[in-house]
């Protein structure tokens, strides 16, 4: 996709998110800074616990309770429909910084009317006491005044536009009647209620099988195309990554390591986590050798993180990663990534051979595996 | 039921026969006695007594007449007479309970570990701990003093039902707030809550639409069972406040081996038991679509 500058819909800027845990500080969030633009998918991907959640979380002020935005800034642009262009043009009131809202009243107007929600498991995330059509139409009552006539047909609109048969008589069902696919159309027909301009998925397939998930990616790239949605997925999947996006975050304990299209970092990465990470993959693998996996663990997020993060697992680190943290170093304009070793200064370290099997991304695509 | 009716109908007559003369056992010679025994029919073999027992109830909804306790009087009248107070106070103190009991829970949710929760904890905790009899007496001693209410039931006395109801809601309050404080944490750290909020819902919405519906669900279960036993009434209340019900007919009877008013109420109460889980079931049925009775259209 081509991405033009100029459209960012949502910038993050040295994002810092901080919980307390039985009395500790953990830091999630480490000074992340993203843009976001209008119209593109992004995947977010990293292990469990690098913050990718959290931080699309932030973006809703869905955080839990005990967590807290603590530097940094989330600008959005106000809602056209609701502000004044005139004031927008005197270059005040045109963005507004998500990271200053405190009230709940302040989140309500953002919250599924222009930034909507997907989550993992849709077996888990309806209501199994309410129908379908109040569950999907509870979404879009919130944000539109309408007559019950009005919210039936709008959610039969939805039910179809997710690809839900018979509309009429599934409204009036309850989620245990429905399939985990179907449930998660369902739940896509409730972020997609009132038209928002982000979606967020935050691991959409993970709990559906193989299958299910190809059909729930299609329609996600399908309804991203119709309505001008930019998609912010967040998954472990690099096989649903390959698929679904333009480009890729690479994220390790609460900070962006590495940024790219989808192209470049599959082909070209630099950032060791996510060279580590490819190499990985299990279609990289020889049969009768051991898969590869990464030493050590993720670094404790209570205490302080001096230099790089994953430097402690890292054999190509340098005595810079141990003490100070890197900068961003860009490898072409799309491209950038956080590691000492792009510095001109630092030795050059080869990426290893194995990636280069990675050569045709659409071979990683859903399971299929890299064949030979 | 049957069952359990049966079981009880033999059990008493495995008791030894004195019982049934009462006070007047010493003076009566052996004659009189079997004379007695006879005219009960407690001669006869114990197959033969359950059967005119069973027909007697299904024919003539006849429960008998009691022995002892009231010689002569039909059970179904003692009963009758006696459940009208228990079912009233119990009433009274179940409505009582529920309608500070939910909110109490509710609101402890919703403000988890902030002031108000941890007067309500401090609250369960007391009554859980302090055994009834000392707080009924107190608040009967004190309270009724501080007010000047009646420490006694008295008909006609409208002040002198409030303390009785009071005290019988106390325990059923802090048992309701725990569940249902419980069963609404449960309910908020589900996904769905999230996804509800996710859609741009008011937290206060939130929890009435989604939550405690939800929550709801598991309490109602029981209620229908609370109604019912409303009936049996309450031994220590109604002993101190001279309540003329339910609560000690049980155990006066079986004391005094009034064989007849025992089945009565076995009959009574394990009927209460058996409907009040049926109309439970049924509750939840109203409440939870997934819940179906077996034998209709199987989901899924």
Known sequence: MEIAPGQRILSAENLVVKFNLRGQTLTALRSVTLDLYKGESLAIVGESGSGKSVFTKSFLGLLDNNGWIDQGHIYFDRDPAVHDYAESNRGVLYRMDLATFKRESEWLPVRGKRIAMIFQDPMTSLNPLRTIGKQIGEAYKLHHKCTAAEEKRRVLELLADVGIQDPEMRIKQYPHEFSGGMRQRVVIAIAMACNPEILICDEPTTALDVTIQAQILSLLKRLQREHQLTVVYITHDLGVVANVADRVAVMYAGDVVELGTCAEVFHDPRHPYTIALLLSLPQLGVRGEELYSIPGSPPNLFTEIRGDAFAARNVNALKADFVERPPYFAVSPTHKARTWLLDPRAPKVAPPPQLRNIKNLSHLRLDGGITK | MVIVISVVFCLMRLLPVEGYFGSRSDAMNEKVKQQVLTQLGLLDPWYTQLLKFWKNLILHGDMGKSIVYRTGVPNAEIIASKAGYSLGFGLAALILQKLIGLPLGVLMARFKGKFLDKLGSTYILLINAVPEAVYFLMIQLYVSDFFHWPMLH???????????????????????????????????????????RAK?????????????????????????????????????????????????????????????????????????????????????????????????KESR
């Open chain 2, 200 to 296: 741009g819902m008011t937290s206060s919405a939130v929890s009435f639409k989604h939550v405690m519906r939800n929550a709801f669900v598991p309490m109602a279960q029981s209620l229908p069972t609370a109604i019912i036993f409303t009936i049996s009434g309450s031994l220590y209340v109604e002993s101190l406040f001279s309540i003329p019900g339910m609560g000690g007919l049980l155990v006066t009877a079986i004391q005094r081996q009034d064989n007849t008013l025992v089945q009565a109420m076995v009959l009574l109460f394990s009927a209460m038991s058996v409907g009040g889980l049926l109309l439970g079931d049924l509750t939840m049925m109203l409440c939870d679509p997934r819940i179906r009775l077996a034998g209709k």
């Open chain 2, 154 to 196: 008295k008909a006609g006395n409208s002040m002198s039902y409030l303390l009785p109801v009071i005290c019988l809601a106390l325990g059923g309050i802090a048992t309701d707030a725990l569940w249902m404080r419980r069963y609404m944490v449960d309910e908020m750290n589900k996904d769905y809550i999230l996804l509800a």
